[in-house]
């Protein structure tokens, strides 16, 4: 959502504009009577923009595709219909490895990972050169510095706090004292913590589905943006419950690490998300919950196969077979803890899947959890 206002002057007028940004609103503020007096400016929550005279314009420089003849197709959410198709953004088509315009590289290549908005292409971008100062995502998982760059200006640069997961080991997790693995058949029983959303339109039609992990008892459930940014309208199915739980509570989202959290009027069983005690390793056994294909609360079981940066985001690659209503699953360790959430999938591989890792989870739900 966005917000423009027109010569704010008063100090309560300009922090509750900076308040909106902290809800996630987008705000512009119009100067064109005056500008905020230098007690504001000393705040540095918003950064000074002066526009250019007439005819003093310059075009900016356009960005080029890796392949501008062919950018291959990707499904947005978790619908199986052609009008949903988008483009690879540049950085996805980076990421499968499409760098040249020969006939291996023109292989069709699908990933069920929704393209960035124009607004959240620009926040990656910024990534790597500035952030605006004040202005920081307070969900987001990384370390704020600021800094002074040569024309003496203050910068804010966002720097990724290191991820835990990221880097492997040859040892094995050790159960800690307490725990215990628990065998397929007791994971799969932890099906009545994950939820199937479906997601209607204004008019209250269906447009899709996925799925959803419970978090918090007073009726929190973690689930995908992509999911739940296309929707009006959510219906909830709980495991051994005959009733349908429809709600319009989007509590929180981020578009970035392709998370949101929505709630129902209902108690809840939360599933517990992993701490952190020992690093994800390749060959770690992993189990799925999700309703692939509208298959409510199908369970899978696979290993971790690496880990991946997609778009600036780490991001845990599995081999437990998900599809299409599976994105915002649970992905399990062996002791029934949440190390991720089903995100994404390449259709042109097998079984090749991604999820956003606990780390990300951890900090996205910090005030939900109970």
């Known amino acids: 959502m966005k917000v423009a206002c027109m010569n704010i002057a008063r100090q309560q007028e300009y922090l509750f504009c900076y308040l909106l940004t902290l809800l996630g609103f987008d705000v512009l503020l119009l100067q064109t009577e005056q500008d ?106 990384g370390e704020t510095v600021i800094r002074q760059n040569p024309s003496n200006a203050r910068e804010t640069v966002i720097q990724p706090k290191p991820w835990s997961g990221s880097k492997t080991s040859a040892i094995q997790p050790i159960p ?7 065998s397929y058949e007791e994971l799969a029983q932890l099906a009545s913590s994950v939820v199937q959303i479906m997601i209607h339109d204004g008019r209250g039609d269906v447009i899709g589905g996925g799925s959803g992990i419970m978090i918090g008892r007073e009726g929190y459930i973690l689930t995908n943006n992509h999911v739940a940014c296309r929707g009006r309208l959510y219906s909830v199915r709980i495991e051994e419950d005959q009733r349908v739980y429809q709600t319009d ?33 390749r060959g770690q056994r992993v189990v799925a919950i999700g309703s692939p294909l509208g298959l409510f609360n199908s369970v899978s079981d696979g290993i971790i196969s690496g880990f991946r940066e997609i778009e ?21 360790n062996m002791y029934g803890e949440v190390i991720g959430i089903s995100t994404a999938g390449f259709d042109a591989g097998q079984n090749i899947n991604l999820a956003v890792g606990y780390e990300y989870i951890g900090n996205f739900v910090r005030g939900f959890v109970n």
């Open 36 to 141: 905020i007096s230098p007690e504001l400016e000393r705040l540095e929550l918003s950064r000074k923009c002066v526009a250019a005279g007439f005819g003093q314009y310059e075009a900016a420089n356009s960005r080029q595709y890796a392949v501008p003849e062919y950018r291959p197709e990707m499904y947005a959410g978790d619908r199986n219909s052609e009008e949903d198709i988008f483009h690879m953004s540049e950085g996805m088509a980076s990421a499968v490895g499409i760098q040249s315009q020969t006939a291996a590289s023109r292989a069709a290549v699908n990933v069920r990972i929704p393209e960035r908005d124009r607004r959240t292409r620009e926040m990656l971008d910024s990534r790597r050169h500035r952030e605006v100062p004040g202005q920081q995502n307070l969900s987001s998982a």
């Open 249 to 281: 509570e989007m509590i929180k989202y981020n578009s970035v690490l392709d998370l949101a959290v929505i709630r129902i009027e209902r108690k809840l069983s939360p599933l517990p998300i992993y701490k952190g005690e020992k690093k994800l390793v």
């Open 312 to 332: 600036g985001v780490d991001m845990i690659q599995f081999t437990a077979p998900i599809s299409n209503g599976s994105s915002g699953g649970a992905v399990l």
């Open 176 to 182: 800690q004292r307490g725990r215990r693995e628990l």
